[in-house]
């Protein structure tokens, strides 16, 4: 493997007295120690560490710890106080405007952590927004955003306006922007934190597809320790601007560094028992309200599914509906879908633990239905689901 | 008290109007380059039949609203043009109107760049505001003194008067309006490359085109505030109706005039408000 991008030494100090916090900072001084005597805020400290080409290399850490401060400066959003960023052995550092705008249209991508979608632009231009500034033709950079759109699964949207997307398809059109440009290398700060659960599992296993087909070099910030065991190739670990760890997920798990890396893990260990919010996918419904049979084969059909979650106009999950019931009523003529639903439908809450459900689930293998306290339907859990979420999660107790 | 002596601030200022009064040919150019923008927007308004100028801002006001057609607006338009064309203050209205869309768009030609680069530059930022402030609370007759000095009298030195008065809005909103682009959108922007200016045009001022235009909109309104007293220096127009109604003591004149100013200004600021509202167009 090849290294795609190194850090050496990279610093930020943000506000006064920076050359004499440089100093300290230089002399091992921590992060806190340089605040309370220059005032100034130690961004990132001195880190160091390498990327390989094709890997998706996730930084962690707190709040405050510099995540987003060291990717942006990766892409010189943010200008170093010190230090070198090469890329493909060149130092960014040492080009200027012009050359870096290059490296930034043609290079590397950012995925940014609310979308950072153009209002005013449709999806189509939001997504084709880093070929227009390179000046490619509109015929062209139409077809290839199309094309980015297309492999973020976005079809049939082109002409509306970011607003009018969930948070999920938004975020999805940024990545589109993104791909658009065929970069070597994407920054993802946050990417999916704004995302709810479901999204947010989704956009992860999304992402782990298109990686195994485009192999970019991926740097990813998260949080949550689940998603960077669960995508990352590498993953760092930051403390007050320092690098702690560097490491595969196994090293990280196996030999945590120190006291804080291992809380860090623990706290893994505690949210690793997955609840049925974490693995539920999302139902085929019907609103009982608004679809007839007919309506309701459709769907069915569509999805390719043989049965069918049926919910009121207020989403309150009511049962399932078998297809071959759902035909019976198309042959009698009957439009009376409320007497073929089965309501004995086994259902569960978003914080019940997996492992309460797992001996159900394997064994009948009928899903469950996962309802909130108002008995809204929000998702449901298949045998499937559960089992790759298990074998997602590498610290999970069930291997 | 009486040890310190009084400042002599009066007689440096007339000095320096003075000192001004002297670069004649460069006023003369300016009045000239004003005065042609201004009977170019006179030539046009007295060249249209009033039916068809009724008409024409009927049609242009049903446009801007296609999307959210407003029906009372249209009436009160209709019946106001009518009015004023009843009580023949027409050529009058035109005249107004001439002069607010002159110092309109000399405001915004001068005070979108201006308002940028306050947004992209703090030292811009910190000498334009105190200076904005100034302009826009000296009372507006102080204007007219230098302004006859270096101009002349007629709509010239009305209109620089009013663009004087009028500007901060358009200024202030633009350089608010940029400074509150999300940060993301501007990483967004600087992530892909994007050069300054493609940044400015194709991010910057789209986004703040909403605060932009309600900048444009107050300037407008100021600007009409200003005719009674820009009619003082001779610029002519439904000021001067209301102006010359004051010294005759004719409070019905005075109201009339003062009446079909109103209608203008509605006009005028809801055609505006309606260009604000049509983002995505
Ligand atoms: N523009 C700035 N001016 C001053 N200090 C800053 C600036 N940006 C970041 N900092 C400081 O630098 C440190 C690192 O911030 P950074 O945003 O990189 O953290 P983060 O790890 O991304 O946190 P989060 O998880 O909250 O996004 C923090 O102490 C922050 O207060
Ligand atoms: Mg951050």
């Known amino acids: ?318 049962g399932i509906v078998d297809a071959n019931d759902v035909i019976g009523l198309v042959r009698h003529d009957s439009s009376d879908l409320r007497s073929v639903v089965k309501e004995d439908v086994p259902t569960t809450n978003e914080e019940t633990p997996i492992s309460e459900l797992m001996d159900d689930i394997s064994q009948t293998g009928i899903p469950f239905a996962v309802t909130n306290d108002k008995g809204q339907l929000k998702g449901i859990i298949v045998r499937g689901a559960v089992l790759g979420a298990l074998a997602g999660n590498e610290v999970s107790e069930f291997e | 008290m009486n040890s310190i002596p009084q400042l002599p601030l009066a007689s440096w200022i007339d000095s320096f109007v003075d000192w001004l009064v002297q670069f004649t040919g460069f006023f003369n150019a300016i009045t000239n380059f004003i005065g042609g923008i201004n009977n170019a927007f006179q030539w046009v308004f007295d060249i249209i039949p009033i039916w068809l100028f009724i008409i024409l801002i009927l049609g242009l006001t049903f446009y801007v609203n296609r999307k959210d057609q407003r029906w009372s607006l249209l009436i009160f338009e209709f019946l106001g043009l009518l009015l004023i064309w009843n009580l023949d203050f027409w050529r009058d209205m035109t005249q107004t109107l001439t002069l607010v869309l002159t110092s309109s768009l000399i405001a915004l030609v001068i005070g979108i760049p201006l308002g940028i680069l306050m947004a992209k530059s703090h030292i811009a930022e910190v000498i334009l505001k105190p200076i904005l402030d100034f302009m826009q609370t000296m009372p507006a007759f102080v204007y007219l003194i230098p302004a006859v000095a270096l101009f002349g009298i007629g709509m010239v030195p009305g209109i620089v008067a009013s663009v004087i008065f009028a500007m901060p809005p358009t200024v202030r909103m633009t350089n608010m309006g940029i400074r509150e682009v999300p940060a993301e959108l501007i990483e967004a922007a600087d992530s892909y490359g994007s050069t300054e200016w493609q940044k400015l045009f194709k991010v910057e001022l789209p986004i703040a085109k909403t605060s932009l235009m309600a900048g444009v909109n107050q300037s407008m309104m100021l600007s009409l505030s200003m005719v009674v007293i820009a009619s003082m220096i001779g610029a002519m127009g439904l000021g001067t109706k209301v102006y010359f109604a004051v010294g005759r003591n004719d409070a019905g004149g005075g109201f009339a005039a003062g009446l079909a100013i109103v209608i203008l200004a509605i006009i005028l600021d809801r055609l505006t408000q309606s260009l604000t509202r049509d983002h995505k167009g």
Do not use: C, W
């Open chain 1, 1 to 318: 493997m090849s290294i795609k991008v190194e850090v050496k030494n990279l610093t930020k100090i943000f506000g006064k007295h920076v050359g004499r916090a440089k100093e300290l900072i230089k002399q091992g001084k921590s992060k806190p120690e340089i605040l309370k005597e220059t005032g100034a805020t130690v961004g990132v400290d001195q880190a160091n560490f390498e990327i390989e080409d094709g890997e998706i290399f996730v930084i962690m850490g707190l709040s405050g710890s510099g995540k987003s401060t060291l990717v942006r400066m990766i892409n010189r959003l943010i200008e170093p106080t010190d230090g070198e960023v090469l890329i493909d052995g060149e130092n960014l550092m040492k080009m200027d405007k012009k050359k870096l705008r290059d490296v930034r249209r043609k290079k590397m991508s950012m995925v940014f952590q609310n979308f950072g979608l153009l209002p005013n632009r449709t999806i189509i231009e939001n997504a084709e927004y880093g070929l227009e500034i390179q000046g490619v033709e509109k015929e062209e950079r139409r077809k290839r955003a199309k094309t980015a759109l297309e492999q973020v699964g976005i079809t049939g949207y082109d002409d509306e306006y970011p607003d009018q997307l969930s948070g999920g398809m938004q975020q999805r059109v940024g990545l589109a922007r993104a791909l658009a440009n065929d970069p070597q290398i994407l920054l993802m700060d946050e990417a999916f934190s704004a995302l709810d659960p479901l999204n947010r599992t989704d956009m992860q296993d999304q992402l782990l597809d298109i990686q195994e087909s485009l192999k970019k070099t991926i740097i990813f910030i998260s949080h949550d320790l689940n998603e960077a065991l669960k995508l990352g190739d590498h993953i760092m670990i930051m403390r007050d601007g320092e690098v702690i760890q560097t490491g595969t997920p196994e090293d990280i798990l196996t030999h945590p560094a120190n006291d804080y890396v291992e809380e860090f893990i623990e706290n893994v260990d505690r949210s690793k028992v997955l609840t049925a919010g974490n693995v539920m996918i999302r139902p085929v419904t019907i609103n009982v309200d608004k679809a007839g049979p007919r309506l309701t084969l459709k769907r069915m059909k569509n999805n390719e599914v043989s049965t069918a979650y049926v919910v009121d106009n207020k989403r309150k999950l009511i």
